[in-house]
């Protein structure tokens, strides 16, 4: 009979041999470990030497293996597992699910890679729902693509349909002068974007970035316009930058480690690329395009004009146009180019620059003539609305006057009816004589 002790136990017979191999070619597969813990565990919570459930435990932290969590919180992953293969998750189960992505994908659920990809999707699609958890999914189809390969073209599907992957090559495009990608683009490498810039539900927000191609447009024709002279031309200074090893935080998956394959397609032109360890795992890295800082600040400035010139027209509160802080960096200390900085600077500062995001923002809202019109119209029933507002308000407040004016009437009259004292002796008395003449008067004896 196996208990959470014996599952501790094991860990830390696990951690002392990888403490022990010093200098030895030991790099354990972390993708094992990860499964033999579960099922460790799994014959623990199925025995009688279960761990007695505790109700709901929270998990405030990602983990990559059960031998993280407490005694409790074990429990608590187990009880929610039977929900989870309902694909029932709820925003604080979040860290469990993931867990539970992690088994999925380490065939510990399904036995065929194919099979776990699909519920793999599946199970992100219903967590999606409650929480965003890009980062994490990234990660994951990285790893299990590496450790199954074989499913890349159906990995490229379902990361495509929903949006994890391009079709296209912005970068590409905009070298060449096309710029329908440009706000994609402006997204994945502009430096200094906050969240609510990056996916604000405000109109001035949505429609910046929806004018980006414009913007770009315009930016672009300074050029061949000769409105501008700069040592670099807008597409070089937008897109210059430096190719890099961008290396892979993977996720422990059974097959990573001693994949036999030094190369994984992850896209039409793209791949992961194997750096092969010695006494230490093989490393796994993309080789990518990284831009300059000079570029990424660039186009964050770009962003942050066309917002600005975009809260001009749709009424929204006023963002100052300044790059102060750009034009204050001297960029020298990443291997920028000294002739990029200056053209980059030279741009902003010219007063054409302004004028060129103002007339994409323009070229923009008059493709789009419903925006401003919705806008008037949104804008015309709210002023409607605030004048019927002041209208009934102004009636409820003459109700309520003459309500006020009728009680102070009903007080005052009887404050003084109450003020007049009646003596109920003298009343009494009267009512006596009264009855006592009118006998007198029926039996004739008054008035002879």
Avoid at 206 to 231: C, S
Avoid at 240 to 266: F, H, M, T
Avoid at 399 to 406: D, F, I, T, V, Y
């Amino acid at each position: 009979m196996k208990t959470v002790q014996d599952f501790r136990k094991y860990v830390e017979r696990e951690k002392n041999k990888r403490r022990g191999a010093f200098f030895f070619n030991f790099a354990p597969d972390e993708g094992i470990l990860f499964r033999e813990e579960i099922l460790f565990l799994r014959e623990v919570m199925e025995g009688p030497g279960r761990i007695g459930s505790s109700g709901y435990v929270p998990l405030n932290k990602e983990v990559r293996f059960p031998d993280a969590l407490t005694d409790d919180q074990i429990a608590c992953y187990f009880s929610l597992i039977p929900r989870f293969k309902e694909e029932e998750v709820n925003r604080k189960d979040l860290n469990y699910a993931k867990l539970y992505l992690l088994e999925i994908a380490g065939l510990l659920v399904q036995r065929e890679p194919a099979e776990a990809l699909r519920a793999m999707f599946r199970f992100r699609d219903v967590i999606h729902l409650a929480a965003d958890v890009r980062d994490f999914f990234t990660r994951l189809c990285d790893s299990f693509l590496i450790a199954h390969p074989e499913t890349n073209l159906d990995m490229k599907i379902y990361r495509r349909a929903r949006g994890m992957l391009s079709y296209r090559n912005p970068w590409e495009e905009i070298r060449m002068g096309i710029f329908d990608g440009a706000a994609m683009y402006v997204r994945n490498n502009a430096r200094l974007l906050k969240e609510n810039e990056l996916s604000g539900d405000k109109p001035f927000v949505i429609h910046a970035w929806n004018a980006m191609p414009d913007v770009f447009y315009e930016l672009d024709a300074m050029d061949h316009r000769g409105r501008v002279r700069t040592e670099v031309p807008f597409r070089d200074l937008v897109t210059a930058g430096k190719e890099q090893r961008a290396y892979l935080d993977l996720l422990p998956l059974a097959g990573i480690q001693g994949q036999s394959r030094n190369r994984v397609a992850i896209g039409d032109e793209e791949a992961f690329l194997k750096e092969k360890g010695y006494g230490r795992a093989d490393r796994w890295y993309r080789q990518q395009w990284s831009l300059f800082d000079s570029s990424g600040d660039l186009l964050y400035v770009i962003y942050l004009y066309t917002e600005s010139f975009m809260r001009e027209y749709l009424g929204g509160p006023k963002r100052a146009r300044s790059a102060d802080r750009i034009l204050k960096k001297n960029y020298r200390r990443n291997d920028d180019l000294p002739r990029n900085i200056r053209a980059m600077k030279s741009l902003i500062r010219d007063e054409e620059f302004s004028r060129a995001v103002d007339r994409g923002v323009k070229a923009y809202l008059e493709a789009h003539p419903e925006i401003l019109r919705d806008l008037e119209a949104a804008r015309a029933a709210k002023a409607d609305s605030r004048t019927r507002k002041r209208s009934e308000d102004s009636r409820r407040r003459r109700e309520e006057a003459r309500e006020l004016q009728k009680k102070q009437i009903y007080e005052m009259d009887h404050e003084q009816l109450s003020g007049q004292r009646i003596d109920k002796e003298k009343l009494e008395k009267a009512k006596k004589e009264m009855d006592h003449l009118t006998g007198l008067l029926h039996e004739g004896e008054l008035g002879q």
